[in-house]
């Protein structure tokens, strides 16, 4: 009885100390940096950084998910010189979205307006698709089929894809999708993914 006894008691203990090695090479390898495209990301916290060359500076940006994981978020059609020149882009969302999106949206437009105005000088203007009652009583009411200027559509549908249209960039998806969107954009716009 009592070799069954320690036996058990060895079975439990390889199994414990083989889990806590498993889960220590899984954590010490999400942690590792990462190669994407001659882009080295380091995770630090929550997020991943790397290093972008903007004309001559050299700025450290950080992101949320690595390239790897954006690699199946589509991306569409072509951005025209109007989006691509400019000092303004504007940066539009539904007012009315889904209260359990609005989270999303707001760390997708955050992003967005850090690293326009951040990296690129450009300044970002955030604005509605329409107006809502007092939701957006001070902000400019715009979207992609009002207007010829540089402009970054938010909508909370769908899955997470990347549409370029002429002067218009359509960010899609739903929850964590949308910020998979946003920095899918983003990672193109600095030419770290195609």
């Known amino acids: 009885m009592r070799w069954k006894t320690a036996v058990v008691i060895a079975i439990i203990a390889v199994a414990f100390f083989s889990s806590y090695l498993i889960a220590k090479k899984l ?7 990462y190669t ?17 060359q903007v004309g001559k500076y050299l700025y450290r940006v950080p992101f949320h998910h ?7 978020v589509s991306v569409s059609g072509t ?21 359990s999106e609005m989270p999303y949206i707001f760390v997708a437009v955050f992003d967005l ?8 000088g450009r300044t970002p203007e955030v604005a509605c698709t329409f107006q809502d009652g007092n939701a957006c009583l001070n902000h400019t009411i715009i979207n992609c089929t009002n207007t010829t200027a540089p ?16 002067n218009c960039i359509r960010l899609r998806g739903r929850g964590d999708e949308l910020i998979k969107a946003a920095e899918r954009f983003t990672l193109l716009y600095y030419g770290i993914m195609r």
């Not at 954590?27 to 940096?33: A, C, E, F, G, V």
């Not at 994407?36 to 972008?52: A, D, I, M, S």
């Open 79 to 99: 951005a025209d010189r109007t989006f691509l020149s400019g000092e303004k882009v504007y940066i539009t969302f539904n007012p009315l979205a889904e209260k």
């Open 27 to 33: 954590i010490s390898d999400r942690n590792k940096p």
């Open 36 to 52: 994407y495209n001659g882009f080295t990301f380091e995770k630090e916290g929550p997020l991943w950084y790397t290093q972008v």
């Open 66 to 72: 690595l390239p790897s994981e954006l690699e199946n």
């Open 113 to 120: 307006e850090t690293n326009l105005l951040s990296y690129f």
């Open 151 to 166: 402009i970054i559509q938010i909508e909370s549908e769908g899955n997470a894809s990347v549409i370029l249209r002429g």
